[in-house]
């Protein structure tokens, strides 16, 4: 089994509320599968994102997820 490591940067909170666009709390953490309450500590820098959301945000970031409301 081959295993590929990948370093997973963590966005600072005014890259995470870049990342909502237009959106609601609600929308875009519903897209990246947390809770609104979640997303809004992101925000505000209470909590930090997991690598597991990070790499999430990544993708939303390069807008492979949340288009059409996906």
């Known amino acids: 089994?081959?295993?590929v490591a990948?370093?997973?940067r963590i966005p600072t909170p005014a890259e995470i509320r870049r990342l909502r666009g237009?959106?609601?709390q609600a929308e875009v953490a519903a897209i990246?599968?947390?809770k609104q309450s979640v997303w809004a500590r992101w925000e505000?820098?209470?909590r930090k994102p997991s690598v597991r959301s990070a790499?999430?945000?990544d993708l939303l970031r390069k807008k492979k997820i949340g288009?059409?409301?996906r």
Do not use: A, D, E
């Open 1 to 3: 089994m081959t295993v």
């Open 6 to 8: 990948r370093k997973v």
């Open 22 to 24: 237009g959106r609601t």
């Open 32 to 34: 990246v599968g947390v």
């Open 44 to 46: 505000s820098g209470q």
């Open 55 to 57: 790499m999430l945000l």
């Open 67 to 69: 288009k059409n409301g």
